[in-house]
């Protein structure tokens, strides 16, 4: 009865503590309630006590989760103006370790978030080929590594792969070889480009053990981002997505000039 009391006296408070107090009670109860022996039962008596409370106030679990999306938009948002704003001012720090082909200035910085075995990712590797090969003096491309792996099952493999060749100065090369060969994305088919590069092998088979590290920050910040998809880009502050037609490239690169 006291618990009842203490969660709905809660309840009753600022909406945005209410979920959270709502479970830090039921959590202490449920804890409080179990003997050390028998930490996976439950009363009934109290798993009725805590329904019935939710059923009472059924807008606490809307009201909760509405608050939790509206702040994950407001850090997404901040994470990309903090994210534009470093391009602009120190686009070295926003390159980094990732590799890089066009123009060395870094004056308009393309950033790319991909997936070797994204087919959207596919298209869009033709479209910034023929891009970057036309402005290959002013645009500096930079890939970014956001393999999917939930739904692409050899995106993280390839993506290692392509480290790995890129620690042999053929990241590019090993780029497009996977791309052009996305259905055929698998263990054969990484030794065959490494070959067919003329890659130490030896050397590449142990880089491919080492760069669940080196994807790893490529990752965490795409998550800060709040991409869902791929391919994603950002040019000098423009942000875009998805299988983009050359034209639509050259309209953003002429605004952001």
Known sequence: MVITLLIKSQLRSNWGFRLAAL???CLALLVCSLPAQAATRISPQLEEQVLQIIREHPEVILESVQAYQQKQREQIQQARQAFVEQMKTNPKAVIGESPTTGSTDAKIVLVE????????????????KQFVAKHQD????????????????????????????GQQGKFWEYHDALFSQQDKLGDTLYLEIARNLNLDLEKFERDRTLTTNAIAPD???????????????????????????????????????
């Open 23 to 25: 479970m830090m009670f």
């Open 113 to 128: 978030f991909s997936d070797f075995q994204c087919p959207y990712c596919a298209a869009a590797h033709d479209t910034l």
């Open 219 to 257: 990752i965490q910040l795409a998550e800060k981002l709040g991409i869902s998809g791929t391919p994603f880009f950002v040019m000098n502050g423009e942000i875009f997505s998805g299988a983009v037609q050359l034209s639509d490239i050259e309209e953003i690169f002429h605004r952001v000039q």
């Open 138 to 165: 002013e645009v500096t491309l930079v890939y970014k590594h956001y393999p999917l792996t939930p739904i692409h099952p050899e995106a993280m493999s390839a993506a290692k792969a392509a480290w790995a060749a």
